[in-house]
């Protein structure tokens, strides 16, 4: 029974899980994401999850009003047509299916682990990647195998001379330093560092290319895959209508699907798990919006 309650939160929490879906996303946009705070990060989740529990207590309490009724109205008598979803909410909907698992998979992208903590601090202390000068070469520079815009990389320890937040150039050395073909002393390289935090050191910069390549063919795909899932429940909104009327064994468990999927998503943006877990992880949390989605669709004869 869809009632001015439903009708409110259901579309509160629509539109809210899609501003949490873009929000999530930025890890995949820029990698200076690590740096938000945690509230930053948490607050559209908190608000969408607010407004879906409004929605479910909302939509709960309007079944059991229905089913009284039901049993006190004969079904002859019962003229009261349903209204309609409409083919907006169907369109949001189908975005909203395909962006969950493009989110939660950019959760993924970017530094993880040690080096992705150490990167959330330089970057909350103001530092960033800067170009510096090295002082000198130890030892034999060697090829890495790895080439970026026909240039080789090359790597080696290196003395870089760089600028601290007092004004004086500090002489560091680092074991390994990466550079576009072969280094020479006054060249510059790439170093990541905090001009007002001494104390979390710098590191070079390395050229790999393979988590802006993930986090742009992850943007591709779900954004293909919105506008041909918003195009399928568009074409077929009347099965959005069937959905939005609530039965517990249908929507509970599509609920508790997709918390899942947020707290797998929010262990790999909070406990900085190791590539190849985060990676695990995350794509774990991308099946859940469409086995949620799955397991509706399946109870749907069953639904009402």
């Known amino acids: 029974m869809s009632t001015v309650w439903t009708r409110t939160t259901g579309w509160l929490t629509l539109i809210g899980a899609l501003v949490t879906e873009v929000w999530a996303l930025l890890?995949?946009?820029s990698p200076n994401a690590v740096a938000?705070?945690?509230?930053?990060?948490?607050?559209?989740?908190?608000?969408?999850?607010?407004?879906?529990?409004?929605?479910?207590?909302?939509?709960?309490?309007?079944y059991r009003r229905e089913r009284v009724r039901r049993e006190r109205v004969r079904p002859d008598l019962d003229k009261r047509p349903p209204r309609p979803a409409g083919r907006a909410a169907a369109a949001l909907l189908g975005v909203a299916l395909a962006l969950g698992p493009t989110a939660a998979l950019a959760q993924a992208v970017?530094?993880?682990?040690?080096?992705?903590?150490?990167?959330?601090?330089?970057?909350?202390?103001?530092?960033?990647?800067?170009?510096v000068e090295i002082a000198e070469v130890l030892g034999t520079p060697r090829r890495t195998g790895v080439s970026v815009n026909d240039h080789q990389v090359w790597s080696a320890p290196m003395v870089l001379t760089v600028p601290w937040s007092d004004g004086e150039p500090r002489r560091l050395t680092l074991d390994r330093v990466e550079t576009m073909d072969e280094p020479e002393p006054g060249d510059s390289v790439s170093?990541?560092?905090?001009?007002?935090?001494?104390?979390?050191?710098?590191?070079?910069?390395?050229?790999?290319?393979?988590?802006?390549?993930?986090?742009?063919?992850?943007?591709?795909?779900?954004?293909?895959?919105?506008?041909?899932?918003?195009?399928?429940?568009?074409?077929?909104?009347?099965?959005?209508?069937?959905?939005?009327?609530?039965?517990?064994g249908?929507?509970?468990?599509?609920?508790?699907?997709?918390?899942?999927?947020?707290?797998?998503?929010?262990?790999?943006?909070?406990?900085?798990p190791p590539t190849a877990l985060g990676w695990l992880l995350a794509l774990a949390a991308a099946t859940t919006p469409p086995l949620a989605a799955w397991w509706a669709l399946r109870r749907l004869p069953y639904g009402h």
């Open 110 to 131: 970017g530094p993880d682990g040690a080096d992705g903590r150490w990167t959330r601090d330089v970057l909350r202390a103001g530092g960033g990647t800067y170009a």
């Open 191 to 248: 170093v990541m560092f905090a001009a007002n935090d001494l104390g979390l050191g710098a590191r070079a910069h390395e050229y790999g290319a393979m988590s802006g390549i993930a986090g742009l063919w992850i943007l591709v795909l779900g954004l293909i895959g919105s506008v041909l899932t918003a195009g399928m429940l568009t074409s077929e909104h009347e099965t959005v209508d069937r959905l939005r009327a609530f039965a517990p």
């Open 36 to 62: 938000l705070s945690t509230p930053a990060r948490l607050l559209p989740l908190l608000v969408t999850s607010v407004c879906a529990l409004a929605w479910l207590a909302a939509s709960a309490a309007a």
């Open 27 to 29: 890890p995949a946009l």
């Open 250 to 272: 249908t929507h509970l468990p599509a609920a508790a699907l997709l918390a899942l999927g947020a707290g797998l998503g929010l262990v790999v943006v909070f406990a900085w």
